[in-house]
């Protein structure tokens, strides 16, 4: 196998959100598709809207329960499962209790909690028009998640919630993937008068919306930087290596919210500079110099960020900005396991 599999510029941070918006708007027509558990239906609809959702994918079972079981399901589970949402899902879920229960869904960057709340079981979504969705909450729902948004129980659950995923972005950006059960089981641990062990279903929720993931082999939740484009190398650089349980410093936690490390910042600061002017319009020193320091953690070389840049440049190279770029490739921190022509 070889690296030349999928070329560097197709593993761009730009190409690889792309890609995700393509994927999520495929999801949502899909989605279109289903009926609401709530109201009538016919058991087909019932089926259909089960098959979408976290039930389905956490009972690993295709055949639904009755729509009335799946209701109360779906009521008696907001109470715990609202606190751990995504703050995207909280959003979209203020703004259709404002606006009536109804509202369009234009911004590729709620596509992901939009499908979200659909597989909660909670929304419905029918598509106005390409890259438009009309994201639906059922009336009797409404009301109870307003509620429940009010309390301070709410709010502080919340707050627990917005430092895990802080953390969480952070040792992303410091090790490029990390194992979702990790992290649980060191919540549970510190949390035990926080969340409940039958919370464990909602926090995978909460990741797999908030995160991108795959599943291993051994059916554990991965989750991955959004700029890892090719993670199974990366995991598999690290095969047989103690990596569940890193050990960063408080100042690299902190670096790593930032996505900035120390050591690395000279060198992203030098090469932005050169830059400045020197790309197409279309193009931002500060967007490119960050797409090419996340190749540089994946392996990319010289020539390979050369050849990158090529494409973006709007005057020729001069020696400033090459060296420039060598000394980005030189300095950033590559993600653990992958080290200068690793995958060369």
């Given at each position: 196998?070889t690296?030349?599999?999928?070329?560097?510029?197709?593993?761009?941070?730009?190409?690889?959100?792309?890609?995700?918006?393509e994927?999520?708007i495929?999801q949502?027509?899909?989605?279109?598709?289903?009926?609401?558990?709530?109201?009538?239906?016919?058991?087909?609809?019932?089926?259909?809207?089960?098959?979408?959702?976290?039930?389905?994918?956490e009972?690993?079972?295709?055949?639904?329960?009755?729509?009335?079981?799946?209701?109360?399901?779906?009521?008696?589970?907001?109470?715990?499962?609202?606190p751990l949402i995504?703050?995207?899902e909280?959003?979209?879920?203020?703004?259709?209790?404002?606006?009536?229960?109804?509202?369009?869904v234009?911004?590729?960057?709620?596509?992901?909690?939009?499908?979200?709340?659909?597989?909660?079981?909670?929304?419905?979504?029918?598509?106005?028009?390409?890259?438009?969705?009309?994201?639906?909450?059922?009336?009797?729902?409404?009301?109870?998640?307003?509620?429940?948004?009010q309390?301070?129980?709410?709010?502080?659950?919340?707050?627990?919630?917005?430092?895990l995923?802080?953390?969480?972005?952070?040792?992303?950006?410091?090790?490029?993937?990390?194992?979702a059960?990790?992290?649980?089981?060191?919540?549970?641990?510190?949390?035990?008068?926080?969340?409940?062990?039958?919370?464990?279903?909602?926090?995978?929720?909460?990741?797999?919306?908030?995160?991108?993931?795959?599943?291993?082999?051994?059916?554990?939740?991965?989750?991955?930087?959004?700029?890892l484009?090719?993670?199974?190398?990366?995991?598999?650089?690290?095969?047989?290596?103690?990596?569940?349980?890193?050990?960063f410093?408080?100042?690299?936690?902190?670096?790593?919210?930032?996505?900035?490390?120390?050591e690395?910042?000279?060198?992203?600061?030098a090469?932005?500079?050169?830059?400045?002017?020197a790309?197409?319009?279309?193009?931002?020193?500060?967007?490119?110099?960050?797409?090419?320091?996340?190749?540089?953690?994946?392996?990319?070389?010289f020539?390979d960020?050369?050849?990158?840049l090529?494409?973006?440049?709007?005057?020729?190279?001069?020696?400033?900005?090459?060296?420039?770029l060598?000394?980005?490739?030189?300095?950033t921190?590559?993600?653990?396991?992958?080290?200068?022509?690793?995958?060369?």
């Amino acid at each position: 196998m070889t690296r030349k599999a999928v070329p560097w510029r197709e593993r761009t941070l730009s190409v690889l959100d792309a890609q995700r918006d393509e994927s999520c708007i495929r999801q949502l027509t899909q989605a279109c598709d289903r009926g609401s558990i709530f109201g009538r239906g016919s058991a087909r609809t019932w089926q259909e809207a089960y098959e979408g959702s976290y039930l389905a994918l956490e009972n690993q079972n295709p055949e639904g329960p009755g729509a009335e079981a799946l209701r109360r399901a779906v009521k008696n589970s907001l109470s715990k499962e609202l606190p751990l949402i995504s703050i995207r899902e909280e959003m979209l879920l203020q703004r259709l209790i404002i606006f009536g229960g109804s509202f369009p869904v234009i911004d590729p960057d709620e596509y992901p909690a939009a499908l979200s709340l659909v597989r909660r079981l909670w929304c419905t979504v029918r598509q106005v028009n390409q890259g438009t969705f009309m994201i639906s909450l059922h009336e009797s729902l409404g009301g109870r998640i307003a509620s429940i948004m009010q309390t301070p129980e709410y709010h502080e659950r919340r707050q627990n919630l917005f430092t895990l995923s802080a953390t969480l972005h952070s040792l992303l950006y410091l090790s490029g993937f990390y194992f979702a059960q990790t992290m649980i089981g060191q919540l549970m641990r510190e949390h035990q008068d926080v969340f409940s062990e039958k919370e464990k279903l909602y926090l995978m929720r909460f990741l797999m919306v908030e995160f991108d993931y795959l599943w291993n082999g051994q059916r554990e939740l991965v989750l991955l930087h959004p700029g890892l484009c090719c993670p199974e190398e990366v995991i598999s650089a690290m095969s047989g290596l103690s990596f569940q349980e890193p050990h960063f410093t408080h100042q690299m936690i902190l670096d790593g919210m930032r996505e900035m490390l120390q050591e690395e910042r000279p060198a992203v600061d030098a090469l932005r500079a050169e830059l400045e002017g020197a790309l197409q319009p279309e193009y931002s020193a500060e967007d490119t110099v960050n797409e090419l320091k996340l190749l540089v953690k994946q392996g990319a070389g010289f020539e390979d960020l050369r050849a990158i840049l090529a494409d973006q440049m709007a005057t020729a190279f001069h020696p400033g900005i090459l060296a420039a770029l060598r000394r980005l490739e030189a300095e950033t921190v590559r993600w653990a396991g992958v080290s200068h022509g690793v995958l060369n």
